[in-house]
């Protein structure tokens, strides 16, 4: 599986995404190959899912269930919870 963090400008926020989202999967024990963006650049083709916050996700063009929106970058918790939620259904 291949995940990607995406932000706007795809160099700070998302490479904290990208951190937060490889200490989630650890810690619930998912493997995945982790990277991040610029929005700008993605295509729904470059990963299975998307990790981006709810301020790009709408003008993003990749398919809504290929997206987890993410209300607060720096906190673990929330990646945590909605990594779980995903790889659970």
Known sequence: MKIMAVCGSGLGSSFMMEMNIKKALNKIGVEADVSH????????NDADLFVMAKDIAASSNV???????????????????????????
Do not use: H
Request: hydrophobic fraction near 45%; proline fraction near 6%; charged fraction near 25%.
């Open 37 to 44: 963006t610029d929005l700008a650049s993605v295509t729904p």
């Open 63 to 89: 398919p809504a269930d290929k997206i987890i929106v993410i209300k607060n970058m720096v906190g673990l918790a929330e990646f945590e919870e909605k990594l779980t939620a995903y790889f659970n259904r």
